[in-house]
């Protein structure tokens, strides 16, 4: 992948707030599915914090509306983790604590190796994918891009 890195935002609405009996089964998991992931291989960075820790929302963040940002080395280590370690599970059974979404729930984007993304980015991206489709900029596991090519100066 060389200069760049894969971003990865996700988002999902509760059913019932964190702290309810209704979600106490994805509330329970959060930390276990987190440091599983961070030990995956391929496995970058994570925002953590307020507003990206399910237990504690940004002040200006609806606290039932739950962010996840990640960078990962390939979308195949991201596809990995995602869907082929205990992540899956929960995957599979979102509709028991998240309600259903119009359009894509995550968005996949590359970013140059310094770079840190952000949630606003994040926001941005997925309203692209949305609108648009998946392009360059904003794509899903289905229809993924390969990350830019990285120029060279010519030669004189």
């Known amino acids: 992948m060389g200069r760049y890195r894969l971003a990865q935002y996700n988002v999902a609405t509760l059913k019932a707030p964190l702290n309810a009996p209704e979600?106490?089964?994805?509330?329970?998991?959060?930390?276990?599915?987190?440091?599983?992931?961070?030990?995956?291989?391929?496995?970058?960075?994570?925002?953590?914090?307020?507003?990206?820790?399910?237990a504690t929302p940004a002040a200006d963040q609806d606290p039932l509306y739950i962010v996840n940002l990640t960078v990962w080395e390939s979308a195949e280590a991201l596809a990995a983790f995602a869907y082929r370690t205990e992540h899956r599970l929960?995957?599979?059974?979102?509709?028991?604590?998240?309600?259903?979404?119009?359009?894509?729930?995550?968005?996949?984007?590359?970013?140059?190796?310094?770079?840190?993304?952000?949630?606003?980015?994040?926001?941005?991206?997925?309203a692209e994918l949305t609108a648009n489709g998946p392009s360059e900029r904003a794509f899903d596991f289905a229809n993924r891009f390969p990350p830019p090519l990285v120029k060279t100066p010519k030669s004189i």
């Open 23 to 54: 979600s106490a089964e994805f509330r329970n998991a959060l930390d276990h599915i987190n440091t599983l992931g961070e030990a995956q291989p391929g496995f970058i960075w994570r925002a953590v914090g307020e507003g990206f820790d399910s």
């Open 90 to 126: 929960y995957v599979r059974h979102r509709e028991k604590w998240f309600q259903t979404r119009r359009g894509p729930s995550y968005v996949l984007w590359w970013i140059p190796v310094d770079h840190t993304p952000s949630d606003l980015e994040g926001e941005e991206r997925l």
